[in-house]
């Protein structure tokens, strides 16, 4: 018997960080279109890193653990409604 093989988006990012759609819409997006994993890999850049000059920084030390809290909130409903599985990664 063969099985279907995944459907998979690794690597999004939301309005956390430099993405276009907030962790809800990003989860129904990719939902409704059939996916069945979704990594959201939102930046997370120390405020003292060099690089981080003059980027968009939301996800920092002070507010990670509202991010995280966000996506397992969402992660469960989009378990529950699509039988999506949402992982937080880095980027």
């Known amino acids: 018997m063969k099985t279907r093989p995944l459907l998979c988006e690794l690597h999004a990012h939301t309005t956390w960080s430099d993405g276009s759609l907030s962790v809800r819409e990003l989860v129904d997006l990719y939902g409704r279109n059939g996916f069945d994993v979704l990594a ?3 930046h ?3 405020t003292e890193d ?3 000059l003059g980027q968009h ?3 920092h030390a002070s507010n990670f653990n509202r991010y995280l809290e966000e996506l397992a909130n969402e992660a469960a409903r989009a378990r529950e409604r699509y039988d999506l599985l949402v992982v937080p990664g880095s980027s």
Request: proline share 8%.
């Open 40 to 42: 959201v890999t939102d």
């Open 50 to 52: 060099p690089f981080a």
């Open 44 to 46: 997370v850049i120390r």
């Open 57 to 59: 920084l939301d996800v």
